[in-house]
């Protein structure tokens, strides 16, 4: 493919990110932090954000599946969870974090069993886009382009 | 995380409320002893009845003994006169005794027989009323008993009117009173009473009594009283003996004591209430009565006995008084006592209510207070609330117009564009109005703080009006602002908060003025004092100019001609206060030390000449989201926050904000605002990239300002005296000319002009083309070196009037109004071809302005979740700061221990084991203890190597309203930042800090 197509699709799907909430300004903000002196900025973040995530998600999924549910700790992994996604901008994880979390003040398990359900599949989600779009600013590269800045 | 603050906040709201609860729930005593109130209003009750008990038994005790005391004085009174009566009768029975030993006796033959006797006592009956009658016995011997008989011719009989049988001695009555004359006869000694009577009055002499009897005749109680008569003379202490001897016989009379009684208790008064019993008491455990009923009834409660001496001291007598009634009530004793025990229970009655009243207030006063406090926590969670929300908003709607303005970038037909545009017109407005509440949410939580930064007031005010040029240009309307010569060129303040309260005053008055002006004015608040005493003499010489104006109809000396609603600003007091200004410019020069005071109160007015404000809306301008109808908003757009959102700041800055309007005619809005003065070795640090410049090139140059309006010329006046330029006014074109002299003489009086500034509609009104000719007449008359440059001043000007100006002479310059100051330099600038020194650095933007603060600096960053440590040292190493991470606040602690070379340190605040707030505490208290150290090993050598510890700390937190800014410099921290970072408010938090510690920037 064209470079310059594969820029304008790059463009098009980190836009649709944007628009559809998976992905909110902040993302944007790490790309911009990304530049010369710290190239692999973007991309160790990401990575070091699916690691944590995962093994959050593990933990939640443990901590739900006890006898007796310690909705506190399932709180604090659920926070932990949200301030990374924050960081790196996933917003709909976010959300469904923040869901999350008020079903925990609730003590509610079923409410929290369903927004485990939901945080994952936003996470598998963000998660999938992500990559997407790493494999397309390789592709980028691959093809002896520059990525484009957004904006 | 929105539920989370939330409920935090709740429970903040809980907690001080019962704070609340615990602290102003003062029990008043009554409050407290509630429960008891019954118990006192009995207690009461039955104190008064104790009392009026007392008070019925003192009084009724008085009564008693009153009538005790009436008692005894009657008894005893009744006792005297009965005991008087008695003695007199005994005396005359006396008497009688010593007639008959006189006449019977001593004569002889005897002077008395019965006869005599009889008549005699009958005769002297009325001297004894007591006795119902008197009688003589003779004693007579046995021996003689024979001759006595023999010589009176009957036998002596006895008391049975029998044949008295043999004795020692007969005692035969011979005389009786004619009552008495069965008596004849009768042996007296025969009688057991009679006989002891006569042997006791013959043994001591004196009259002596029986023992109550009834007596024969009346059935009456009586007493017998007996008297001895004897034969001879008696020596003068006669033994007992004697007396036996010597006498002869007995005068006896009987003593109808009822009667006696009877008669003398009816000559008194008050007889019917007594009850008077008179008893023989000589054997006195068996009294003998001797009047009234021996039963007794009356009142046995009250006695008085009183003794009676009848004159035998072997009988003894006493009287008893007695009331015939018992004691009746004392209704006296019993209504008073009553009555005062109404009186207590009422008064009982009364407290109680009274308590209970205010223990029913003051119920009513905690339930309010607690509805008071849940109303306050309602409202600040409301606030709370509003800020959250708007927060939240604030986020989504970035990304819609960021959408939208990268939507714009693309190709569109004209139709979507103008959606598009439109959509994002709508978007910044929605954006400006979150803001807005925002900053009123933060305000009503207390949350907002002001600046207290140097900064120029004038410029600011420049920027505002720079803001709003296009509109009123557009509008046609005058915009000008003139700040007083005495406001301080450099005040502390907070500059944006400031800009933000004038440029919605400015821009309210734009949006709702058609045609007209806006002014804005600064002054010092102590000189409007000054200017309103001063008025009334301006008026009074005020008239000269007014002939003026006259011309197109209905003028004002206002800056546009329009009528304003507020007429301090116009001619007559402005003037005053500009005149005011030059005559105290060098005085107040001198008197520095009077401006030393610390603070400056500031009076802006914002005066337009729009609709105005209905009057019946006037008094909720302030509220927020009011506006004055409906149909306003429609119209004008705007949500009416604006208005309260500057009252508040007006009040944080200890001013005041008010407003005169009239409908139809304009509105003048005027705050007050405390700035303190700036000292003067800090202005180097002021100079921040906003505050412009002004060239000083212009200083010393000489302009004419040519403008019928003076208020106008004097805005002139004042933006070109900003640039140092000498100005005189002049009020048309002729004036002028005469002032610089027709001649061009440089004679010390005539003004010799570098620029002339003529107003558009001075030059329009005046004659047309007439000041070219004048320009050429000067041009050849005045032996200058350069002529004035010809500068036109205008609000709006078409192409054609460009043209026309443009011939007339004005080929230098139109200054476009508004004026501003770094404006008009730029037009002379190019007028007059003065080189312009390149300004530098002005156009560093927050980024590029964070790198300089932050290049090379050593940062800590703290923070438990690995993604977000990450992202905030990229953020940070961007701007070229040297970031080392630690992952908890025991990390940060260890890495933090002195000495260390961290620049700041950014932390986190929520964080298992140790938060942020607990590590800040900590970092701080080591810092302490090492300067402490440090401050007092080094004595003297130390005030040069001294070093404060305190690594400035910044809180990052994801939720910024609920940061809870407070907390975090409890804790020592110095700020905080939003996470995930923005460059905007790292960019504040970041400069804010660096700027305050300049020292160790460098």
Do not use: I, T
């Given at each position: 493919m064209e470079v310059g197509q594969l820029q304008r699709r790059l463009v098009d799907y980190t836009k649709s990110l944007l628009t559809e909430g998976i992905l909110d300004d902040q993302f944007s903000q790490l790309q911009k932090l990304q530049?010369?002196?710290?190239?692999g900025f973007l991309v160790e973040v990401v990575s070091l954000f699916f690691e944590d995530s995962e093994k959050l998600l593990n933990d939640i999924t443990g901590a739900l599946d006890q006898q007796s549910v310690d909705f506190k700790t399932v709180d604090g992994y659920v926070h932990q969870l949200k301030g990374s996604s924050a960081s790196v901008g996933a917003l709909r994880l976010k959300n469904a974090c923040v869901a999350f979390r008020s079903f925990c003040e609730e003590q509610s398990l079923e409410g929290c069993l369903r927004s485990l359900q939901e945080v994952k599949q936003e996470y598998y989600n963000v998660k999938n886009k992500v990559e997407t779009l790493f494999k397309m600013e390789k592709q980028i590269v691959a093809a002896g382009g520059s990525v484009p800045k957004t904006e | 995380m929105g539920l989370k603050m939330q409920q935090g906040h709740h429970h903040s709201v809980a907690v001080r409320l019962n704070e609340q609860m615990g602290t102003k729930r003062g029990y008043t005593f009554i409050q407290a002893n509630r429960a008891w109130l019954p118990k006192f209003l009995l207690l009461w009750i039955m104190v008064m009845a104790f009392l009026s008990t007392m008070i019925y038994n003192g009084m009724d005790a008085d009564n008693k003994v009153r009538r005790k005391d009436v008692l005894g004085s009657m008894c005893d009174q009744r006792a005297r006169m009965l005991q008087d009566q008695f003695s007199v009768s005994v005396n005359h029975v006396h008497a009688l005794a010593i007639l008959v030993s006189t006449f019977h006796y001593y004569k002889n033959p005897s002077a008395i027989d019965q006869e005599t006797f009889a008549e005699y006592t009958a005769r002297t009956a009325f001297e004894r009323p007591l006795l119902s009658g008197v009688a003589y016995a003779q004693r007579v011997v046995n021996s003689e008993r024979g001759n006595f008989e023999r010589k009176h011719g009957w036998t002596i009989k006895t008391m049975e009117r029998e044949?008295?049988?043999?004795?020692?001695?007969y005692a035969p009555v011979i005389f009786s009173q004619e009552s008495l004359s069965y008596l004849e006869s009768l042996d007296m000694m025969s009688g057991e009473e009679d006989r002891e009577n006569i042997l006791r009055a013959r043994a001591t002499g004196k009259a002596v009594l029986t023992s109550p009897f009834r007596l024969l005749g009346s059935h009456h109680l009586g007493v017998v009283l007996t008297f001895p008569v004897y034969k001879s003379k008696l020596s003068l202490s006669p033994t007992v003996q004697e007396r036996v001897e010597a006498t002869a016989g007995y005068v006896g009379g009987a003593f109808d004591v009822e009667s006696l009684v009877e008669n003398l208790l009816g000559q008194l008064a008050g007889n019917q209430a007594f009850l008077v019993n008179v008893y023989d008491v000589t054997n006195s455990s068996d009294p003998l009565i001797m009047y009234g009923h021996q039963y007794q009834d009356g009142d046995m409660s009250l006695s008085h006995e009183s003794k009676l001496d009848f004159g035998d001291p072997f009988r003894k007598h006493q009287m008893i008084c007695r009331y015939h009634q018992k004691a009746p009530m004392s209704w006296t004793a019993l209504t008073t006592a009553f009555l005062f025990f109404v009186i207590g229970l009422l008064v009982g009655y009364i407290l109680y209510g009274a308590g209970i009243h205010i223990v029913k207030v003051e119920d009513d006063f905690h339930e309010m207070e607690e509805l008071k406090v849940r109303a306050e926590a309602a409202d600040v969670a409301k606030s709370q609330f509003l800020a959250t929300v708007s927060h939240e908003i604030r986020t989504p709607m970035n990304g819609i117009l960021g959408m939208l303005a990268l939507l714009l970038d693309t190709e569109l037909s004209s139709t979507q564009r103008d959606y598009a545009q439109t959509a994002q017109a709508c978007g910044k407005a929605l954006i400006a109005l979150i803001n807005e509440v925002l900053d009123r949410a933060k305000i009503e939580a207390g949350k907002l703080e002001l600046e207290a930064v140097p900064f120029d007031l004038r410029s600011i005010l420049d920027d505002v009006l720079s803001l709003f040029s296009e509109k009123s240009r557009h509008k046609g309307i005058e915009l000008a602002v003139f700040v007083s010569d005495k406001v301080p060129e450099i005040v502390m303040g907070d500059p944006g908060r400031f800009r933000q309260i004038i440029t919605n005053l400015v821009g309210n008055s734009v949006k709702f003025t058609e045609r007209g002006h806006i002014f804005v004015k600064v002054h010092q608040a102590e000189n409007m004092k000054a200017m309103v005493n001063g008025k009334a003499e301006t008026c009074m010489n005020?008239?000269?100019?007014?002939?003026?104006?006259?011309?197109?109809?209905r003028q004002f000396k206002t800056l546009s001609g329009c009528e304003a609603a507020d007429e301090r600003n116009s001619w007559d007091t402005f003037k005053h206060l500009i005149a005011d200004e030059e005559f105290h410019s060098d005085a107040s020069r001198k008197m520095t030390t009077n401006e030393a005071s610390e603070h400056v109160m500031l009076m802006v007015c914002v005066e337009d000449t729009g609709i105005g404000i209905p009057l019946c809306a006037q008094d909720r301008v302030f509220t927020p989201f009011m506006q004055a109808d409906s149909s306003t908003s429609r119209h004008y757009g705007g949500t009416g926050i604006g208005l309260s959102i500057s009252k508040c700041l007006v009040e944080l800055m200890g001013g005041q904000i008010n407003f005169i309007s009239r409908p139809q005619v304009g509105s003048t809005f005027s705050f007050t605002a405390v700035f303190e003065r700036c000292r003067k070795n800090l202005h180097g640090d002021m100079k921040k990239p906003s505050s412009e410049d002004l060239p000083s090139?212009?200083?010393g140059l000489k302009a004419i300002v040519v403008d019928e309006k003076p208020v106008r010329a004097a805005i002139t006046r004042y933006h070109l005296k900003r640039l140092g330029i000498v100005v005189e006014v002049a009020s048309n074109i002729k004036n002028t000319i005469a002032m610089c002299g027709k001649n061009g003489s440089l004679t010390s009086r005539n003004f010799q002009p570098d620029l002339i500034l003529v107003e558009k509609d001075s030059w329009m009104s005046g004659e047309e083309g007439g000041l070219n000719v004048h320009l050429l007449d000067w041009k050849q008359s005045a032996n200058m070196f350069q002529l004035p440059k010809m500068i036109l001043l205008a609000t709006n000007i078409s192409d054609a009037e460009f043209d026309n100006a443009k011939s007339a002479g004005f080929a230098d310059t139109v200054i476009m109004k508004p004026l501003r100051a770094s404006m008009v330099a730029a037009c002379l600038q190019q007028v007059l071809g003065i080189g312009k020194k390149r300004q530098q650095g002005k156009d560093i933007s927050n980024g590029s302005f964070l790198q300089s603060l932050l290049f090379g600096k050593k940062i800590l960053v703290v923070d438990d979740n690995r993604v977000n440590r990450r992202v905030a040292a990229g953020a940070l190493k961007k701007f070229g700061a040297d970031v080392e991470c630690a992952e908890s606040g025991k990390a940060a602690l260890a890495l933090l221990q002195l000495p260390h070379n961290f620049d700041a340190c950014f932390m986190d605040i929520q964080m298992p084991e140790m938060d942020g707030f607990e590590a800040t505490r900590r970092i701080r208290l080591m810092e302490t203890n090492a300067n402490e150290l440090v401050n007092g090993g080094a004595t003297d050598e130390g005030i040069i190597g001294k070093r404060e510890w305190h690594v400035p700390i910044l809180a990052m937190t994801a939720d910024v309203i609920h940061a809870t800014y407070d907390e975090c410099l409890k804790c020592g921290m110095d700020g905080y930042v939003s996470k995930p970072f923005e460059e905007e408010n790292l960019y504040q938090a970041v400069a804010k800090f660096f700027k305050s510690k300049p020292m160790r920037n460098l």
């Open positions: 530049d010369e002196s710290d190239p | 044949p008295s049988s043999v004795r020692d001695e005020g008239g000269s100019d007014g002939g003026l104006f006259l011309s197109g109809g090139s212009f200083r």
